[in-house]
């Protein structure tokens, strides 16, 4: 998992990328390809 300030510009390089919020945090998950995993902050 990487953590990144700003998820926007990775989320867009794959289609299957979804921004998801959980306990407070801002997480980028892919399904199909799991290397597409980061965390905001």
Do not use: E, P, T, W
């Amino acid at each position: 998992m990487k953590v990144r300030n700003s998820l926007r510009s990775l989320a867009r390089r794959d289609r299957d990328n979804r921004v998801v919020r959980r306990r407070g945090r801002l997480y980028v998950i892919n399904k199909v390809k799991k290397r597409f995993k980061a965390r905001q902050g």
